[in-house]
């Protein structure tokens, strides 16, 4: 809206002059009637003048009304103006896919013309950023965090806004990703307030780049060398700053040998974050400059120890790692960051920098320290493996200076202990995932021989009654069969492929419907108490998995109490289980600092004992399958796999820690479970109901089967069950041969029972060959694996699922149930 300069004071008429014109028109008025005496014409001649009167009053008061802007056009050059960033690409398109405006990152990175459509991206990377693209349009805004363009290494985040007049502009945003590098951030920092407080100890610092430019410096150097703290020495040469005289000391090139000599410290800052050695022609140098001159009647030598406090002070201050050695390759002092890097901040340092490393790396780190020490100043660097930390190599700069009395060799190292820590963590990630894979497919192939045992234990009791020799042993092998079926369960659940049944619910129902168990599972001996947070998210989870959850949990913690009272000797202990709810919000998931974890809203339950901890080493192990802290032959090192799998499958986050007592020792272990807060529609009623038992269906009008199994003895119990209950069955081996059956025409099959894994050809990829020749044939699939994930790899109508292992009545059962929805 814009509004125009003329006022309202501008174009009405004054008052007093209105008044005048409206009573010369009364006047004007009674003066026709006079005259004319009809008081008709009077009236039309009023009303004539009246109409005037309020047309020029309407025109004034228009010229005063805003007028809307409808047809200027952005000025795209103030818009690129406001959008220049050197560290991040901006472009802005319209509905018609046309850049209408680009700042200059964006022209730089990827060329003034190219559309962002357009750029190379990689395949991954295009669908996920045409995802985005349509996210954007509809919801507002995306982001993707790493965005791979091809044939470069560069990686870079995008957000993508809707904006503009109408929301007519979708802004895209590429911000580059870089690794942090040692030396980030030192330039301002030099130039700033800490440049000040070490100009004023005497020093002088200088960041350098590998072609010897100057990049920053503190501001008592720039004054030395220009005579001024505002000049900036920014594109100068180092060795221009510098003149040395025949002793090769060291003086300002302004101040000439009237100045005070120098000492000249280069520390190599070619050390990246995660300890590996950057290009040395990539990275900058900084170097230290020192009075070697203090006070009268020292030498140079004696000066240079006068110094080292000084110098010892700017080490503390500065982020990387460094330490200083003497000619006897003793540590003379080292930062704290040093001793962070090396794990040494309670032991502090030891005698001799060979103690810090492996007993393989020792001769070779003390040979480089005592050949800088007391051979010709020079720099260097050496991969060594530290004692505290076997697993990974780091590299160790290494310097020799002079000029500083007792200090011979500077040593430095970056702090990578927070790479190490999210190197650690992918790791356990990725073994707990390629060992879920190994017991996913230990667990599939071993259901198939269950199912086997079982059924044929099946068709074995139909010819025995209770009685017989035979009855109970092979009542004892199907017992012990389906004991094993709830081993690979188990593993299913850990491996993130069992079958789950989720709802909306509240944490706090679920702990309730457990709690009266629980009191009877912990025993006299256990004091157990509950405790929830107020205004908790509800959460979507199986229920009863929840349920496996919560009792695991505590049985584990019910034996680690017991475990820890036996081990103390204790008779009359006593032992506390509490079971906690809490709200976390995505402000306090950031904060915490979980990579792993997305900042999101969790419900979260803790359930805490006071068995005596978990000890260090076992912690990354604790939820891998089939290992256990508890004497042979008494757990199968399944509970917390279990525990995990079921976590993770339902979106949710596991941990495990110890809970610190007074004195620093362990007084037991917490697992706390993250699940995230539900933010779809809530159903009307959350309760849960238990499901009812199957029923068995009424159907016995048999009909005709084609039974898909690769397993012989799978096959063989299923024909005989199917058989057995009055159906027509055809057996094929693989799903070429079920296609061949059915594509065939000879047999008008009512139902196809195939397996899922397959030689060849899968049942999923059978199964959509016959829709194209039967689309209207029903389908029933076994197999092992979850039935949601099997739902989600499989889009086809009038499908069905029995997990296996099986029995003959299930089997019968799913079989007739399938074919009376077909009849319905």
């Not at 120890?305 to 050695?325: F, I």
């Not at 969790?602 to 290992?627: A, C, M, R, S, W």
């Not at 697992?671 to 029923?695: Q, S, W």
């Not at 296996?804 to 399938?818: D, G, M, T």
């Amino acid at each position: 809206m814009i509004m125009r300069e003329d006022s309202a004071a501008a174009t009405l008429p004054p008052v007093p002059l209105m008044l005048g014109i409206a009573a010369a028109c009364v006047v004007s008025v009674l003066l026709v009637w006079l005259v004319g005496e009809q008081s008709m014409v009077a009236l039309a001649y009023g009303g004539a003048l009246v109409a005037v009167l309020l047309t020029i009053l309407l025109t004034a008061r228009l010229r005063t009304v805003p007028i809307e802007e409808t047809t200027l056009q952005p000025d795209w050059s103030v818009t690129s103006a406001a959008i220049e960033n050197r560290r991040r690409g901006v472009a802005i398109i319209d509905r018609a896919n046309r850049m209408v405006c680009a700042n200059s990152t964006y022209e730089r990175w990827y060329g003034g013309n190219v559309m962002p459509f357009d750029l190379p991206f990689e395949a991954e990377t295009r669908d996920a950023v045409m995802g985005a693209v349509r996210d954007a349009w509809r919801d507002g805004s995306a982001k993707l965090d790493d965005v791979r363009v091809t044939d470069s290494d560069m990686r870079y985040r995008l957000r993508i806004d809707r904006s503009g007049r109408g929301e007519a502009y979708l802004v895209w945003r590429f911000a580059e990703i870089r690794e942090e590098r040692s030396y980030d951030g030192l330039a301002e920092r030099m130039s700033g307030r800490l440049g000040e407080v070490i100009s004023r100890a005497g020093i002088e610092l200088a960041l350098v780049a590998p072609d010897g430019i100057v990049l920053s410096t503190t501001p008592g150097l720039a004054e030395r060398v220009t005579g001024s703290r505002e000049k900036s020495l920014g594109g100068v040469e180092f060795v221009q700053l510098l003149r040395s005289d025949d002793r090769d000391r060291i003086y300002f090139a302004r101040e000439g040998q009237q100045g005070s000599p120098q000492t000249l410290v280069h520390v190599p800052l070619d050390v990246a974050a995660d300890g590996r050695l950057s290009d040395a022609d990539q990275a900058p140098s900084m170097m230290l400059l020192v009075d070697s001159t203090v006070g009268i009647g020292g030498g140079w030598e004696n000066n240079g120890k006068a110094a080292v406090p000084q110098l010892e002070a700017l080490l503390s201050a500065l982020p990387l790692g460094l330490a200083l050695t003497d000619r006897d390759s003793r540590f003379l002092f080292a930062n704290k960051a040093f001793l962070r890097a090396v794990e040494r901040e309670s032991q502090g340092l030891p005698q001799f920098p060979s103690d810090l490393v492996v007993r393989e790396d020792k001769a070779a780190m003390a040979d480089t320290v005592r050949r800088f020490a007391k051979g010709a100043t020079s720099s260097g660097d050496m991969a060594v493996r530290l004692a505290n930390d076997k697993e990974e190599p780091v590299s160790i700069g290494l310097a020799g200076v002079r000029g500083l009395g007792d200090a011979a060799v500077l040593l430095s190292i970056s702090d990578s202990s927070e790479e190490k820590r999210l190197r650690r963590q992918v790791a356990q990630a990725t073994k707990m995932q390629a060992v879920g894979q190994l017991a996913g497919g230990v667990a599939h192939d071993f259901n198939n021989v269950l199912t086997a045992i079982i059924g044929y234990c099946d068709l074995m009791l139909l010819r025995h009654t209770p009685g017989d020799s035979d009855y109970d042993d092979i009542q004892q092998i199907r017992a012990n069969s389906n004991r094993a079926a709830s081993l690979t369960r188990q593993l299913l659940a850990f491996s993130r492929q069992q079958t789950l049944r989720p709802v909306v619910l509240q944490l706090p129902d679920v702990v309730s419907e457990v709690s009266q168990l629980l009191k009877r599972l912990m025993g006299e001996k256990i004091e157990f108490s509950v405790r929830h947070d107020r205004e908790l998210g509800s959460v979507r989870a199986d229920p009863q998995q929840l349920e496996q959850v919560i009792i695991n949990l505590a049985v584990n913690a019910r034996d680690a109490m017991q475990a820890n009272a036996h081990k103390r000797g204790k008779q009359d202990w006593k032992g506390r289980l509490t079971l906690a709810t809490r709200r976390v919000s995505a402000r306090d998931v950031r904060k915490m600092g979980i990579d792993i974890m997305p900042a999101d809203d969790y419900t979260v339950l803790i359930v805490q004992d006071t068995g005596g901890g978990i000890p260090e080493e076992h912690l990354n192990k604790i939820f891998e399958p089939f290992f256990t802290t508890k004497e042979q032959g008494k757990g199968t090192g399944l509970g917390l796999s279990t525990v995990y799998g079921i976590v993770k499958q339902s979106n949710g986050f596991i941990f495990a820690d110890n809970v610190q007592g007074p004195d620093g020792a362990p007084i037991g272990a917490r697992f706390t479970m993250y699940l995230p807060v539900h933010k779809g529609e809530m159903p009307a009623d959350m309760t849960t109901e238990e499901p009812e038992e199957p029923k068995a269906t009424e159907w016995s009008a048999g009909g005709k089967l084609l039974l898909v199994e690769d397993e012989d003895m799978v096959r063989a119990v299923a024909e005989r069950a199917l058989v057995r209950a009055g159906y027509t069955v055809t057996t094929v081996t693989d799903g070429e041969e079920g296609l061949a059956e059915v594509a065939n025409g000879s047999t008008e099959f009512d139902l196809i029972v195939s397996d899922v894994v397959m030689p060849v050809m899968d049942g999923p990829a059978m199964a959509r060959a016959i829709r194209r020749v039967k689309p209207d044939i029903p389908i029933l699939f076994m197999s092992g694996y979850a039935e949601e994930q099997l739902r989600n790899d499989i889009d086809i109508d009038n499908m069905h699922f029995i997990p296996k292992p099986f029995s003959v009545q299930q089997i019968n059962s799913k079989v007739a149930e399938v074919l009376s929805e077909q009849r319905d």
